[in-house]
């Protein structure tokens, strides 16, 4: 009976996982409510709770002064460079924006949408050159 074990073929189960990525120490596998947790869940299926260490269920967070902060350092610029700079770049996707809103029907049309298109990128221009001025 233990060859006919043996001898089965496994072409239909495989593991969800590998078990170096199932069996990792720094999850815990209980929740608090004592169920264990089904593997690479987000919540308990039992109660409900979140996962409380789980990396893929962090919320979206939305980078503030240090991260900008930070950002500068790494670039080399002061903050009011930092700011110019990222003033400048969303002139500049203002730029191709206005292409993807407005559509030139007359020629008219496709005038006022060169001149905006304009506009965004000496807005973009002088961004950058004031981010130049105030860099160390």
Not at 66 to 75: H, I, K, Q, V, Y
Not at 109 to 117: E, M
Request: one cysteine or more.
């Amino acid at each position: 009976m233990a060859e006919a074990v043996d001898q089965t073929r496994h072409e239909f189960w495989r593991p969800p996982m590998p078990p170096t990525a199932v069996a990792s120490p720094d999850r815990s596998t209980t929740c608090r409510c004592g169920t264990e947790y089904i593997v690479s869940s987000l919540y308990c299926h039992a109660c409900g709770a979140s996962r409380p260490d789980l990396n893929a269920a962090r919320a979206l967070e939305i980078p503030g002064l240090a991260e900008l902060a930070s950002l500068g350092e790494r670039l080399g610029l002061t903050m009011p460079a930092m700011i110019a700079f990222l003033l400048g770049v969303l002139c500049v996707v203002g730029a191709l924006a206005v292409s993807v809103f407005f559509s030139a029907r007359t020629l008219l049309d496709w005038q006022a949408i060169q001149l905006w298109r304009i506009e965004w990128l000496i807005a973009a221009v002088a961004a950058f050159i004031a981010g130049s001025v105030l860099k160390k």
